[in-house]
């Protein structure tokens, strides 16, 4: 279960802090500061209920950057009850959306959340396929192996070092081969030498 580190407190902390699920949503929602939203969003994922997964759900696509992160790490705190809804974002249009849910669901670490990180692999937005990979690196799951090769001839050599490192930590004769294979025709030094630790 990942650990919420507390954001910068907003002038209104104290305020929030007194606040019920339904205000922190609200401001969460309505708020025209992005610390005030971030804070929400980290009261929200400390309180662990349920009813605040749809709105932290929509803060994953905030204009903010900070707020998105904030959401993400609260929607990992809250768990299991946060898959389904996870999973669902993954096919939302805003990419980074579909990113953050990637990331939250590869920091909740749970096997359902296997299959809708396989599925993003195949995102048309590198950011996705990157933080998919990672997310998968974290369960070792064989499942991920064949998908996971295709990404090594990804356009991205950022995505591709993360699928090296997501396939070494499953390992197996299969992984092996295919890294093998690939360390032919890889151009990208950095990527060589992941693969060539990968293999070890």
């Known amino acids: 279960m990942a650990e919420i580190n507390m954001p910068e407190k907003p002038e209104r ?3 929030l802090e007194k606040k019920g699920i339904e205000g922190l949503v609200h401001d969460l929602r309505d708020s025209t500061d992005p610390l005030v939203r ?3 969003a980290y009261l929200l994922g400390k309180a662990k209920n349920p009813r605040a997964i749809q709105p932290l759900i929509e803060a994953l696509g905030d204009f903010d950057k900070s707020v998105r992160e904030q959401a993400t790490l609260a929607l990992s705190a ?9 999973s669902a ?11 953050r849910a990637a990331e939250a669901l590869g920091k909740i670490a749970d096997e359902k959340a296997v299959q809708p990180l396989i599925q993003a692999l195949k995102d048309n937005r590198d950011h996705v396929r990157y933080m998919a990979a990672k997310g998968l690196r974290e369960f070792g799951d064989s499942e991920a192996i064949d998908p996971m090769i295709i990404l090594l001839k990804d ?3 950022y995505v591709r070092m993360m699928a090296v490192k997501a396939l070494g930590a499953i390992g ?3 992984v092996h081969d295919a890294l ?7 151009s ?3 990527v060589k030498e992941a693969i060539t630790e990968a293999m070890k």
């Open 172 to 174: 197996g004769k299969k």
């Open 89 to 99: 974002a993954m096919k939302q249009p805003k990419w980074e959306t579909r990113y």
């Open 13 to 15: 902390a104290e305020e």
């Open 188 to 190: 990208d030094e950095k």
């Open 78 to 86: 809250i768990g299991k009850a946060a898959i389904e809804p996870l």
């Open 180 to 186: 093998r294979q690939v360390l032919e025709t890889e």
């Open 155 to 157: 356009e991205n050599r």
């Open 38 to 40: 971030q804070y929400a």
